[in-house]
């Protein structure tokens, strides 16, 4: 059974950071590329950040210069570092795991809330 676990969202003020962390089972994870997306109430679910299984990554432009995605295949774990964080990157943070195009092969985590708030 697919498992992708996120961890790490909370509360923060902004300019502050967050590390979350994205724990998955039953997948040959090295192979999956791995991403990283959020949604705000009442929007839609867009791609924060990617990583590929060759570790080739890419992001959403508001995500440039202050997000970090990274992976550690001997965790089965992907991660991202969330710094200067802002009132607008406020969301829910879904992991996704994706294979090929296949629905068999695309999963998701149940995700975990980040809010940005003084």
């Known amino acids: 059974q697919v498992q992708l676990v996120e961890s790490g969202g909370g509360l923060v003020q902004p300019g502050g950071s967050l590390k979350l962390a994205c724990a998955a089972t039953g997948i040959p994870f090295k192979i999956y590329t791995m991403a990283w997306y959020r949604q705000a109430p009442g929007g839609q679910r867009d791609l924060v950040a990617r990583?590929?299984?060759?570790?080739?990554?890419d992001y959403e432009d508001s995500a440039k210069g202050r997000f970090t995605i990274s992976r550690d295949n001997t965790k089965n774990t992907m991660y991202l570092q969330m710094n200067n964080l802002k009132p607008e990157d406020t969301a829910v943070y879904f992991c996704n795991a994706k294979l090929g195009m296949s629905t068999l092969t695309n999963h998701w985590g149940q995700g975990t809330q980040v809010t940005v708030s003084s």
């Open positions: 990583i590929d299984n060759f570790g080739s990554t």
